[in-house]
C-alpha cells in the first residue's frame, strides 16, 4: 500500500502513486515529523506497530528496499534489487522484512542488515508479500506465468508450501499469530 499506520494509531507513513517522497506524521499534528526523496517512485511502504521502523520499496531506476528510524529521515541501509519493488511487509516488532520485486524474488531481511538472509525466485514478479507479527512466517503471491502463492519459514527459503492459483495471486495477508 501507499498509506500505512502503526498498530498503536501514533504514526502514518505515505506515499503518493508516482511520487519519491515519503511522508511520516504524527498523529497530533499535520506537519510532517519528515520527509525522504528516493531516486525513483515509491511503490510500496509499511511500518512497524510501534511505529519505530519503517520501510519503502522503489521502482525502475532506483529498484531499492529502504528501512527507517522513525526519528530520521536518513536512511538506516537500503538493498537494490533487480527490479521494482511494489510489495514490502515489516514485522509487527520491527525485526524482519519481506519484500517481494519484479525481478521474480521474495526476499526476507533482518533490520540490522542491508544483506538479505535469503531470496527465492518464483519464476513471475512477486505482486504480494505479508509478514506475521514476529516475523516468524511469510507469504507471497505471484502473477502472470507462476500465479502461485507461497508460505515460507523465516528460517529457510524454500517454501513449507505452494498452491497454484487459476489466475494472477495479486495480494497476500497474514493473520497476526
Excluded: Q, R
Aim: with cysteine.
Amino acid at each position: 500500500g501507499f498509506v500505512e499506520i502503526s498498530a498503536d494509531g501514533e504514526y502514518i507513513v505515505f506515499a503518493t502513486p508516482g511520487d519519491k517522497t515519503l511522508y511520516v506524521f504524527d498523529k497530533d499534528s499535520s506537519t510532517p515529523l519528515w520527509s525522504y526523496e528516493a531516486d525513483e517512485s515509491i511503490c510500496s511502504v509499511d511500518i512497524s506497530a510501534d511505529g519505530e521502523y519503517i520501510t519503502i520499496g522503489t521502482i525502475a531506476n532506483d529498484k531499492k528496499v529502504y528501512l527507517f528510524d522513525k526519528d530520521s529521515s536518513t536512511p538506516l541501509w537500503s538493498y537494490t534489487t533487480g527490479s521494482s519493488v511494489c510489495s514490502i511487509s515489516i514485522s509487527a516488532n520491527g525485526e524482519y522484512i519481506a519484500a517481494g520485486s519484479n525481478d521474480d524474488k521474495v526476499y526476507l531481511f533482518d533490520k540490522d542488515s542491508s544483506t538479505p538472509l535469503w531470496n527465492y525466485s518464483t519464476g513471475a514478479y512477486v505482486s504480494s508479500v505479508s509478514i506475521s507479527a514476529d516475523g516468524e512466517y511469510i507469504t507471497a503471491g505471484s502473477y502472470l506465468y507462476d500465479n502461485t502463492v507461497y508460505f515460507f519459514d523465516k528460517d529457510s527459503s524454500t517454501p513449507i508450501w505452494h498452491y497454484s492459483a487459476e489466475g494472477s495471486v495479486g495480494s497476500t495477508a497474514m493473520s497476526a499469530d
